[in-house]
């Protein structure tokens, strides 16, 4: 086998062939591998590759945050933050409030990562009187119930890793509790499981509780339906499926939410909050503006990544996304791996593989010294225990066929017995 991938849109990463092993942890590694390598397969669940032209963006000259020249960008970027998250579209144009659309949502940008975001979102909207239903399966689920645990009272829902959310159980709780919301991550990027949003929804709409979810590696990579969903308020962040830069996000919130906030905010039984205040950010957004000084080589950054996804066409990439997802999870399947997550619910942006017996992390270290290919281990107490693959972003078929070609061929070096497969045949 001679894999001949040679990644073009990241000259860093590729080139160095593989290089001779050098240390003593190399000989531990298993030695040479005998295949020779011409790029750097990089399929992570976030933060992601970014596009040549996203990169080259960046590198634009300091310009003031008060501008006309930023206010243009502020208005850009929420007009293309709407189409990521499907929303109705707006104008692009400064002065025509893109950030807010006829379908009754308004989009954030927030400089932070999507943690940062999340906390806007609950921090604003809930108080120590709320009761919050967080069902989990999996680290990002459980960190909304973190957050949430800040700002208000929690019932927090533990499913096990990878388990998909029982909903009448869910159902049951919101019937005899006195909730006022449901907050959930919707893609379990730790455990490669996606919920059943829709389910989930229907529920929520049920019982009349606010419906917050963590989109951050759904928004942009799989089907999301905000205004469907009735959803008062989700997040996405940048660096995942929208291939954007690390360290700045955004939210979609409804007007249900930011009359509820406005409401409360007479009575000051909210939260302390400032730096993530809501109602200020959304005032400053009626004039292309953030609150305080915007990341603002980031956000030029994020409007040429989300410019591509916008040319590609959001349902255009959700089906990417989904076919290389499908791709990784029936050729581990057939080469007789166990995955992580319920079969009917995995995720089509990060697929969690668990290790053969006698693996552990050291097959990733291999994989990236040797093979010049990275994905991510596992979380907690999964740590050396899995894999997983990240199909997000604007990762090609080309590059997933050789990357799991290298897999393979590392799984091979470490003794492990695979059958002969045709890895192509797996991603028409
Ligand atoms: C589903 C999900 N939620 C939240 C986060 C945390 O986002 P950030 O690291 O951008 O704060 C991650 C990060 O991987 C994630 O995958």
Redesign the pocket.
């Known amino acids: 086998m001679s894999p001949s991938y040679a990644l073009l849109n990241n000259p860093q990463l590729t080139v160095g062939i593989m290089a001779e092993p050098t240390s003593s942890n190399d000989e531990l590694l298993g030695g040479k591998p005998s295949m020779e390598i011409n790029g750097d397969c990089f399929l992570v669940?976030?933060p992601v590759r970014m596009s040549q032209n996203t990169l080259k963006s960046m590198s634009h000259p300091v310009i003031t945050a008060r501008g006309s020249e930023y206010r243009e960008i502020m208005a850009e970027l929420n007009g293309l933050l709407r189409v990521a998250f499907n929303l109705s579209e707006t104008s692009f144009e400064k002065g025509k409030r893109s950030f807010e659309g006829d379908d009754g949502y308004s989009t954030i940008v927030v400089s932070g990562?999507?943690?940062?975001a999340?906390e806007m979102v609950i921090a604003n909207r809930f108080s120590k009187k709320d009761h919050v239903l967080v069902p989990t399966n999996g680290k990002?689920g459980e960190?909304v119930a973190d957050i949430t645990k800040e700002f208000s009272n929690v019932k927090h829902i533990d499913f096990g890793w990878g388990k998909s959310f029982d909903l009448n159980q869910l159902e049951n709780e919101l019937a005899i509790g006195n909730f006022s919301g449901l907050a959930f991550?919707h893609?379990?990027?730790?455990a490669g499981i996606t919920q059943d949003a829709e389910g989930l929804s229907e529920i929520a709409k049920k019982y009349d509780v606010a419906l917050i979810i963590?989109g951050?590696?759904s928004v942009g990579g799989l089907p999301v339906h905000p205004k469907k969903w009735d959803a008062e308020a989700v997040v996405v962040?940048a660096?995942?499926c929208t291939a954007g830069p690390?360290g700045v996000?955004a939210i979609a919130i409804n007007n249900s939410y930011i009359d509820y906030v406005n409401e409360k905010n007479k009575t000051g039984e909210l939260s302390s909050r400032y730096y993530l205040d809501l109602i200020p950010a959304l005032k400053r957004a009626g004039d292309d503006q953030t609150s305080w000084t915007p990341a603002i080589n980031l956000t030029i950054g994020w409007i040429q990544a989300l410019r591509e996804l916008k040319e590609e066409g959001l349902e255009n990439r959700w089906e990417r996304c989904e076919n290389l997802s499908k791709g990784v999870q029936n050729l581990f399947s057939d080469l007789g791996f166990a995955f992580l997550a319920d079969e009917s619910q995995r995720s089509a942006t990060a697929t969690a593989i668990l290790y053969p017996k006698g693996i552990d992390d050291k097959w990733r270290s291999r994989l990236a010294k040797q093979y010049q290919t990275q994905v991510i281990g596992g979380q907690d107490h999964l740590k050396g225990k899995m894999f997983r693959i990240g199909s997000m972003g604007i990762t090609e078929k080309e590059e997933m066929i050789e990357g799991c070609k290298r897999m393979i061929s590392c799984f091979t070096d470490f003794g492990i017995d695979l059958p002969t497969i045709n890895v192509e045949s797996y991603f028409k």
């Open positions: 669940p976030g990562s999507g943690t940062a999340m990002f960190r991550c893609n379990e990027t730790s963590d951050i590696t962040g660096q995942k690390s996000a």
